[in-house]
């Protein structure tokens, strides 16, 4: 079974730019969430997914968006960048059945903004 | 709210070796779920051990076990028999019960397994 997988792995953009991560699950998962990583804040939750709804958002500002397909892929975007969004975002998938609570992470994708 | 607590920014062990990382967490909520993950230098999280609330039984999964305090308010992992492969960060975190796609998780503590 093949895991979450996330493209590109990485990325250079610059401040004021815009970027889109994408995200596939693992077949049969229907929950997506989303993680930013940095030396800073740490690993922080930005948002989930589940059937193309946000059921969570974290604590972020609108700049940040998501949104889910159909097939449960997955694709965020960061506007009008800054230089404190260079982090490693993470995406993790989940069956969100009642008795599956382990979130299954992708290899994240490293972003840097000059 | 949620909050987690790892006050060890670094940890060593000699192989083969027991070695417990510690983690403690503040929520007002009586239901919510505890994990551990561990992120090797490569970045990918992987999952290694789940806690829920209502559990009456520390959580084991091969040679991580979760040693649950909830008057003390503790979730310490503890890997037995320590290999080098264990060398990388660990991170606690938790969740609501119903809830666990939403992580909150602590700073780590980054285990390195010496020869």
Redesign the interface.
């Known amino acids: 079974k093949a895991g979450v997988t996330q493209t590109p792995r990485y990325l250079i953009k610059t401040r004021g730019q815009q970027v889109t991560l994408s995200c596939s699950p693992i077949s049969g998962h229907r929950s997506v969430s989303w993680y930013q990583q940095t030396p800073g804040q740490g690993l922080q939750f930005l948002f989930e997914y589940f059937s193309e709804t946000q059921r969570n958002k974290g604590n972020f500002p609108g700049r940040f968006s998501g949104r889910q397909f159909s097939n449960s892929r997955s694709e965020m975007n960061v506007s009008t960048l800054e230089l404190g969004d260079s982090a490693l975002y993470l995406c993790a998938s989940s069956l969100a059945s009642a008795y599956s609570y382990e979130q299954y992470f992708g290899p994240g994708t490293r972003l840097t903004v000059t | 709210a949620q909050k987690i607590t790892q006050t060890q920014p670094g940890m060593f062990v000699q192989e083969k070796e027991a070695v417990t990382l510690d983690c403690t967490y503040d929520t007002s909520d009586p239901s919510y779920?505890l994990?551990w993950?561990k992120q090797p230098s490569?970045?990918?999280?992987?999952?290694l051990i789940?806690q829920?609330s209502y559990d009456q039984q520390n959580a084991t999964e091969g040679r991580y076990s979760l040693n649950f305090q909830k008057a003390r308010k503790s979730a310490n992992l503890v890997i037995s028999a320590s290999q080098l492969g264990d060398s990388a960060m660990y991170?606690c975190?938790m969740?609501q019960y119903?809830?666990?796609?939403?992580?909150?998780?602590?700073?780590?503590t980054r285990l390195q397994v010496f020869p």
């Open positions: 779920g994990f993950y490569s970045g990918e999280m992987i999952f789940y829920g991170f975190a969740s119903y809830n666990t796609d939403k992580l909150i998780f602590g700073t780590g």
